[in-house]
């Protein structure tokens, strides 16, 4: 069982950044992999980033490349988002996920545990 917390959400500036943290629970939390995914009102949850156990292999969103970096840090049990450039269109609750297997997942299907969300809104 993983019990995963988001923090770090909040308003910002069009341009402007914000790091998402997400701390788990578990003595295992190294053996899953790990991602981040959005949802708008009214619009489907979005695929944002993820990151392999090991944090060797990262993946991106098309809409987050180059703006965006996953990073984790095994010894705190913590994955991070850093967000950079934000736009208004990156507002949205954003959520951390854990899921387990050799290759990180990149539909919510594929993810075991969900945290509640934390709310970034960007203002233009």
């Known amino acids: 069982q993983v019990q995963l917390v988001e923090s770090g959400g909040g308003l910002v500036q069009a341009g402007g950044s914000l790091r998402l943290s997400c701390a788990a629970s578990?003595?295992?939390?190294?053996?899953?992999?790990m991602g981040w995914f959005r949802q708008a009102p009214g619009k489907e949850r979005e695929f944002v980033a993820a990151?392999?156990?090991?944090?060797?292999?990262?993946y991106y969103g098309d809409s987050v490349k180059g703006r965006f970096a996953i990073s984790r840090d095994n010894a705190k049990n913590t994955v991070y988002l850093q967000m950079n450039s934000l736009k208004p269109e990156d507002t949205a609750v954003y959520y951390c996920?854990?899921?387990?297997?050799?290759?990180?997942?990149?539909?919510?299907?594929?993810?075991?545990?969900w945290g509640q969300g934390t709310q970034v809104t960007v203002s233009s």
């Open positions: 990151i392999s156990w090991s944090g060797g292999t990262t």
């Open positions: 996920a854990a899921g387990w297997g050799k290759v990180a997942g990149t539909e919510a299907y594929e993810y075991d545990y």
């Open positions: 578990g003595r295992t939390f190294s053996t899953y992999y």
